[in-house]
């Protein structure tokens, strides 16, 4: 796994892997799995929201902090945490850190991927908490049924690495799957847990599936969640798509076709930092503008803190506003 540093013209070749174990004291060894630590760049991080991961197009790690929105390489960790201006000084700085102890530079090492599956899964029966915790948020049966959520009484994880193969069995009683209208099970969410809440199986833009492609508007909301609870205030002429997460940025293809049926595109996502850098990313990538809604923050807490009839009051004044700058830069 090698990254290179260029210094004084001459090319020194340092594992990323090493770097990221040096930078952030990690107290494991590197070796194509994934690690969670607590984000550096947002110290009011109480759990672990930075993941440093094995990019394998490019046989390197990278970072990212889901906190904060930052996502990088080894040189992004040095410059934030020397603060330091470019990443030429960054790769020196590198160069500096390492230049006594060459030994410990792998530049042969190559990364084994840890893969990660659902083998199996069973579905089991509503019950009266899933729909308390449900209609809190405004969602009923129908668009459960709509969209595709089915509750979960366990799953089977299979985790290879080389030739080893393991298994892990989880069950919890508040446990939901995510299904396409095939079956396929394409997202794990437990929202009781405190960290992990959602496991990603499969790629699959959320309610793409249930759009009608004839309203006006098209809103591509942070969740299915948001997406329900915004259903739930009866707006008419919208439409709702959710990507796996606000850090997948729907395809330039994608918005193409989205823009082929629909007049108007917004972005809603979480009104923290990550959801707001999410939100100008789509802004200068395809000039979509986006719905800033910071009463809490999204629009499904908001339905269950304050209600329905609250949150269209709340909403109302805003969704306007957003149309009508809309209108005056077409």
């Known amino acids: 796994m090698i990254q290179t540093v260029i210094f004084n013209n ?6 990323s892997n090493a770097i990221m174990e040096k930078l952030l004291n990690l107290n494991e060894v590197l070796e194509g799995q994934s690690v969670k630590i607590k984000s550096i760049f947002n110290k009011q991080d109480n759990t672990p929201s930075m993941i440093i991961f094995y990019a ?7 970072f990212k902090d889901f906190s904060s929105g930052a996502y990088g ?9 020397y603060g330091l201006a470019d990443r030429q000084t960054a790769f020196r700085k590198i160069l500096e850190i390492f230049k006594d102890n060459l030994d ?15 083998s199996s899964y069973k579905i089991r029966k509503w019950n009266n908490a899933d729909a308390e915790y449900w209609k809190s948020y ?17 799953f089977t994880i299979k985790i290879t690495r080389l030739e080893a193969v393991n298994t892990m069995d989880f069950a919890n009683h508040m446990c939901y799957g995510y299904f396409t209208k095939e079956g396929t099970l394409y997202k794990i969410y437990q929202p009781t847990r405190t960290r992990a809440k959602f496991m990603k199986l499969n790629e699959c833009t959320q309610g793409e599936e ?6 006006k508007c098209l809103i591509i909301a942070a969740s299915l969640k948001d997406i329900g609870a915004f259903k739930a205030l009866k707006y008419p002429n919208i439409d709702l798509i959710a990507p796996d997460s606000e850090n997948v940025t729907i395809t330039q293809q994608q918005i193409d076709k989205y823009r082929e049926h ?18 100008k990313k789509y802004k200068k990538l395809y000039n979509i503008p986006y719905i800033y809604f910071n009463v809490e923050k999204d629009i499904a807490e908001c339905v269950k803190q304050h209600g329905i009839a609250n949150t269209k009051v709340f909403f109302t004044p805003i969704f306007k506003d957003a149309l009508k700058r809309n209108t005056q830069n077409s």
Do not use: C, W
């Not at 390489?73 to 945490?81: E, K, R, W, Y």
């Not at 007049?263 to 809603?268: A, L, Q, Y």
């Open 56 to 62: 394998e197009e490019e046989n390197i790690y990278r």
């Open 104 to 118: 410990v530079v792998r530049t042969n090492y190559i990364a084994v991927k840890e893969t990660k599956e659902v």
């Open 138 to 154: 405004g969602i009923g049966g129908t668009f459960l049924k709509q969209y595709n959520i089915k509750p979960l009484e366990s």
């Open 10 to 15: 001459k090319n020194f070749s340092i594992p």
């Open 262 to 279: 629909y007049e108007i595109i917004f972005t809603m996502f979480d009104n923290d930092i990550a959801g707001m850098t999410a939100m």
């Open 73 to 81: 390489d080894a040189a992004d960790i040095a410059m934030h945490i």
């Open 210 to 215: 249930q759009l009608t492609y004839n309203k």
